[in-house]
């Protein structure tokens, strides 16, 4: 299991990604973040997403989290389509938490947004597929009950 932070202490395990100005850093981006490869095809409004855009300190976990959805789909782009896993929502993405004053965890890096229009948030009923919650669960990742498209590598208290 990875030893991800309580979301609180995100500054201390990721490096606060504010620059002097309040907005992005983009000596922290360039110090913090990496892209990793999918094994699968992926879209963001319809354009083909190569590669995701990922804190340093999740990259191997999530390239792990992907190869394991892969291997559950039977390496079948039609059972990744199928389970929603192809349509991406976003990761790094510097910006407050919805209604709060707090630094989202995208803006660390540390976060992923999966079929937005399918699990789209405030919707707690429907939920991915066990083969995709599992992968992301066996990696420490935490699927917020309300916000079913978004997992990220920091505990929620």
């Excluded at 000596?27 to 340093?56: C, D, N, S, Y």
Aim: with cysteine; hydrophobic share 40%; aromatic share 12%.
């Amino acid at each position: 299991m990875n030893p991800w932070p309580i979301q609180a202490q995100a500054d201390a395990f990721y490096g606060n990604p504010r620059g002097s100005n309040g907005r992005a850093s983009r000596v922290w981006e360039m110090l913090k973040l990496t892209t990793i490869q999918l094994p699968f095809k992926m879209r963001f409004a319809g354009t083909e997403v190569k590669q995701v855009r990922i804190h340093r300190k999740c990259a191997a976990s999530l390239s792990r989290v992907f190869d394991a959805i892969w291997k559950a789909a039977e390496l079948r782009q039609d059972k990744i389509d199928e389970w929603g896993v192809s349509d991406f929502g976003g990761s790094y993405n510097f910006r407050m938490m919805r209604g709060s004053s707090h630094l989202s965890m995208h803006s660390y890096g540390c976060a992923i947004d999966l079929a937005p229009e399918r699990f789209p948030m405030g919707v707690a009923t429907n939920k991915f597929c066990d083969a995709v919650c599992n992968a992301f669960a066996d990696e420490g990742w935490v699927n917020l009950p309300k916000d079913r498209m978004h997992f990220q590598a920091a505990i929620v208290k």
